[in-house]
């Protein structure tokens, strides 16, 4: 082979290896741009999703809710209502373990239920959410709380 | 040695599988290149949004939303899919929903001008059918864009409106930074809507801020009998609940109905009476 002939190798092999730098530099940069600019259309803002999940266990007559005074109710907080309400074992999709308190005029806690979990909940919660409701039990109404942990939150 | 004939057999399957490869990889690019991709995961993620909404909802309820990029929707178990005939890989515009009871889901909607999700007794229902009423507030409202209405039935109580207007506001969220036509709900000209807040209070309130839809929407009646601005200051003497701003709202006509009720019994006892004024307004 020629001094001609390996120069001329030389150089298409220098060629393309700049052209494949390029090509890729350009590539990702296209990506980059692309995504960031029109992948914001499609994205969920933090915390809604959760919010209204969260909602069917405090609102949703297929959870706790009692039909007729639209309250909690004691004796629906089941894992089998739990698992029927919120019918999924995916861990792609969000995750909770509930518990229920009824407390005292004094903020004492008199009487619990802890904990009910979802199927797909596998103990790791990364938030922990408090709500302040009323607790149907025996016909009565009490002060309570519904304690809710949150697993695969970014999910 | 090869025979000739094998040659050329090998090299067409080579040629055929190219161009399928390049066809693929163009229609991926395309898909990309115009977001086209990113529109169909919006849309996908919104129903399910929608569906576990409407899962929340403890009434019968309706999403409706237009479908102005004419795409075709799926759901089959939790799973939403947005697609169209041309998609080479089918699935990557999709979003896991969370389903409430049994119901076996497997509904599609091929090219629909609109995409009704209903929760009817517990079940979620997909329908490009929208009803005439809500044909006109779409209509009135010269929709040239995706846009969503949400109107809980008042079936059971009045929480399903909570639950709406949560919902609005949450798609408010959504949509507010998108250039993609949707509306805060002021900009709506008619929208009613009911909703309690955090600490147990109730309240429901038309806006009125074009009278002419109001009266095309068959809000007219509502406003001016059943609920008048009489009846309601008497409900709100009665409850001596009236704050400043409100007040000033229903004296400018933002708002033509706005009640507050401080207590869970009450809430529902007036509630129920809001209700059977507004049967004719779904009708």
Redesign the interface.
């Known amino acids: 082979m020629s001094i001609n002939k390996r120069a001329e190798v030389g150089s298409k092999i220098i060629f393309y290896m700049v052209f494949a730098f390029i090509a890729t530099v350009t590539a990702g940069l296209l990506?980059y741009i692309?995504t960031s600019e029109?992948?914001?259309?499609?994205k969920?803002?933090p915390g809604?999703?959760e919010?209204?999940?969260v909602?069917?266990f405090t609102?949703?007559?297929?959870?706790f809710?009692d039909e007729s005074?639209?309250?909690i109710s004691w004796d629906k907080f089941t894992d089998i209502t739990l698992r029927?309400?919120?019918?999924?074992d995916?861990n792609?999709?969000k995750a909770f373990r509930l518990s229920l308190s009824i407390i005292d005029s004094n903020g004492k806690i008199t009487e619990e239920i802890d904990s009910i979990t979802t199927e797909n909940y596998d103990g790791f919660f990364t938030k922990k959410i408090e709500k302040d409701i009323?607790i149907l039990k025996d016909s009565k109404t009490y002060a309570g709380k519904l304690t809710i942990y949150v697993e695969n939150e970014n999910k | 040695m090869k025979k000739r004939g094998q040659l050329t057999f090998w090299m067409m399957i080579s040629v055929v599988g190219a161009i399928l490869v390049a066809y693929v990889l163009a229609n991926i690019a395309v898909e990309?290149?115009t977001?086209s991709i990113?529109?169909k995961?919006?849309l996908a993620?919104q129903v399910a949004?929608e569906i576990?909404?409407l899962?929340?909802?403890?009434g019968n309820s309706y999403i409706i939303n237009e479908n102005p990029y004419n795409f075709s929707i799926s759901l089959k178990d939790?799973e939403v899919r947005v697609f169209q005939d041309n998609d080479m890989i089918v699935g990557t515009a999709s979003y896991?929903f969370?389903?409430?009871?049994?119901q076996k889901i497997n509904l599609n909607l091929r090219y629909p001008e609109y995409i009704v999700i209903s929760k009817i007794n517990?079940k979620i229902l997909l329908s490009d059918k929208v009803d005439d009423f809500f044909k006109d507030i779409i209509k009135a409202q010269n929709f040239k864009d995706s846009k969503i209405l949400i109107f809980a039935n008042p079936q059971?109580?009045i929480?399903a409106y909570?639950?709406a207007e949560?919902?609005v506001r949450?798609y408010n969220?959504?949509f507010q930074?998108?250039d993609?036509g949707y509306k805060p709900m002021d900009s709506y000209d008619a929208v009613l809507s009911m909703h309690s807040t955090a600490d147990d209070f109730a309240s429901i309130y038309v806006n009125k801020k074009s009278p002419k839809y109001a009266e095309s929407l068959g809000l007219a009646k509502i406003i001016e009998k059943e609920l008048s601005k009489s009846s309601i200051q008497t409900e709100l003497n009665q409850i001596e609940q009236l704050d400043g701003n409100l007040k000033e709202a229903l004296d400018n006509d933002k708002l033509a109905v706005y009640i507050k009720i401080p207590s869970?019994s009450k809430r529902?006892e007036i509630g129920k009476s809001i209700y059977s004024a507004l049967e004719g307004y779904s009708k």
């Open positions: 990506v692309i029109i992948a914001g259309i499609s969920i803002p809604l999703e919010y209204l999940l909602k069917r609102y949703s007559k297929d959870c809710v005074t639209g309250i029927d309400c919120y019918n999924t995916s792609s999709v009323e | 990309w290149g977001g990113f529109v995961s919006r993620r949004l576990n909404s899962y929340a909802v403890p939790n896991l969370i389903k409430s009871g049994n517990g059971l109580d929480n909570e639950l949560l919902i949450g969220k959504i930074e998108i993609y869970s529902i």
